[in-house]
């Protein structure tokens, strides 16, 4: 069932980069870069610790949007820029509204934030395209 979406309708998603769900990223993305698995080599380049995965921060922001588009849509693109690094252990908080609809397509905005000072670590945007069909054009 596909919800109904209005210009500036939002969700948000907070959630803690654990060490424990870091590791499963690294199992399941394979990346054994020397920032998000060695806290010295972390802090050998300047920070507080192991990095949590951007790609781990951006799937908060598809919590966000799958909450927004309901099962009827799905993520036909989706694009982030990382302002700055987000150190395993802190709290963040994806942001998804919608900016344009047209037809059954919506455009969002993402912003991620790191809690608790708000400081904005990653912006981006996606389109939810219905997900019956074949949608090539987002």
């Known amino acids: 069932m596909m919800n109904q979406l209005t210009v500036g309708q939002e969700f948000s998603f907070r959630k803690t980069m654990t060490v424990a769900e870091q590791a499963m990223f690294t199992g399941i993305s394979g990346n054994m870069g020397g920032l998000y698995v060695d806290a010295l080599r972390a802090r050998a380049e300047g920070a507080d610790g192991p990095v949590a995965f951007e790609l781990a921060l951006g799937a908060l922001a598809t919590t966000a949007l799958s909450r927004l588009g309901g099962s009827g849509r799905r993520i036909g693109r989706i694009a982030f820029d990382f302002a700055t690094p987000v150190?395993?252990?802190?709290?963040?908080?994806?942001?998804?509204?919608?900016?344009?609809?047209?037809?059954?397509?919506?455009?969002?905005?993402?912003?991620?934030?790191?809690?608790?000072?708000?400081?904005?670590?990653?912006?981006?945007?996606a389109v939810l395209v219905p997900f019956a069909g074949n949608h090539t054009d987002v």
Not at 95 to 123: F, K, M, Y
């Open 87 to 125: 150190s395993v252990g802190q709290s963040v908080e994806a942001l998804a509204r919608v900016t344009a609809l047209v037809g059954r397509t919506a455009t969002c905005s993402i912003e991620i934030r790191r809690n608790p000072d708000a400081q904005v670590v990653a912006t981006g945007e």
